[in-house]
């Protein structure tokens, strides 16, 4: 994978963690407007993830790598989209657009960092649906447990 610098949010964490990674997936957008996107059709999404927090675990990681790919990788790699009950045809606001995967992502990942003891938090989620075409989500202030 070539190294790739993203666009960075400001915060006053001691640590902030980055975790580049990849799934393949097909998907449709419910909509006639659309275009050719509502015709099933697949990606390899590109994602870059970046988490802070002040502290660590246990084991000395503000979140374990291999925990992050579980959550994106491990749920929507070599699947439909459209099949989880993450996303759904009825709400724009829950097509799986490159919008609202980063924004579903996100959620996931916050879901999980919210059970740590560490308490980090995802500041930003990148998504890449294409070489030319990216999406970035960063939750605000409010959105945080």
Known sequence: M???FYPQ???DYHYELNKDMQFAAAHFIP???AGKCQQVHGHTYFVNVTIVGDELDKTGFLVNFQTLKKIV????????LNDHDDFNEDDPNHFPTTEVVARKLWERIQQHLDKMENQPKCLQIL???TPTSYCIYRPKKGDFK
């Open 31 to 33: 909509h006639s407007d």
């Open 73 to 80: 990788h491990g749920r929507f790699d070599h699947s439909l």
């Open 9 to 11: 949010v400001q915060h």
């Open 2 to 4: 070539i190294q790739q």
């Open 127 to 129: 998504v890449r649906e």
